[in-house]
């Protein structure tokens, strides 16, 4: 039975048409905000993933000489479909990008039990590109997370340097931000003027910049789930056959 999968939202909604340029709408659009949560939510999903996939696959492999290898191999596998749901729904639910999922793993009709469900783990190609994912998407949510939890806060709290500045002489005793200083009250503080508004222009750079840069490392995530997380291209299950729940 042919399975429909819902468009994604972006596809749905016909997009308006705006008079402000798109470089200034960037920072308050939504899918500007659900990229910086995606990108935020990415991390302790990658390192969760990549850990236990790693330790799992890294077991399995030792134990090969033994007959405990396969099995632990085959949970790892299992334990990557589940993490590659959870990457497919993330991809969907945050930057409207639809990946079908893969075609199910396939049990020969005779003998479905432990054996047979092992056994069609270790041959089913999805299961180990989903194993692959696991590993190469660790250090790409590595870099998008510390490149938006570094830049997004910078760069609003320059923007609004103005408007928090007070903070310094009413409560710290100093004038402004200090850029540096030599430990015996000497130093440059962030106080002038024109030292502000430098600082606010600053801030307006990052704030206008930082959803291209976001955007842009979230492509690498949907480039890994549609390459890894997806049906096959020639996937075609053999005659015959009982698929695995």
């Given at each position: ?55 799992l696959f890294a077991a399995g492999a030792g134990l090969l ?130 030292e502000i508004a430098g600082v606010s222009a600053a801030g ?42």
């Amino acid at each position: 039975m042919a399975t429909t999968y819902e468009t994604p939202r972006a596809a749905r909604e016909p997009r308006p048409r705006h008079r402000t340029p798109s470089v200034l709408r960037a920072p308050f659009e939504g899918r500007t905000w659900r990229a910086y949560l995606h990108a935020v939510t990415g991390l302790p999903v990658a390192v969760f993933s990549f850990g236990v996939g790693v330790t799992l696959f890294a077991a399995g492999a030792g134990l090969l000489v033994t007959l405990l290898g396969v099995p632990v191999l085959a949970l790892a596998l299992a334990f990557a479909r589940g993490t590659g749901h959870v990457e497919r729904g993330r991809a969907r639910h945050l930057l409207d990008h639809e990946v079908p999922p893969p075609e199910p793993v396939r049990a020969l009709r005779r003998g479905t039990g432990p054996a047979s469900w092992i056994g069609a783990l270790l041959r089913d190609g999805a299961s180990w590109r989903h194993l692959l994912h696991s590993l190469v998407h660790f250090p790409v949510a590595l870099c998008t997370f510390t490149v938006t939890a570094a830049l997004v806060p910078a760069g609003w709290s320059l923007l609004l340097y103005p408007a928090w500045r007070w903070v310094f002489p009413h409560y710290m005793d100093q004038p402004g931000l200090q850029v540096y200083g030599d430990g015996q009250g000497n130093g440059w503080f962030l106080d002038t003027p024109q030292e502000i508004a430098g600082v606010s222009a600053a801030g307006l750079a990052l704030v206008l910049l930082t959803p291209w840069l976001v955007r842009g490392l979230t492509g690498l995530d949907r480039g890994l789930a549609s390459a890894l997380l997806g049906p096959s291209r020639t996937a075609a299950g053999p005659a015959g056959s009982q698929q695995l729940p």
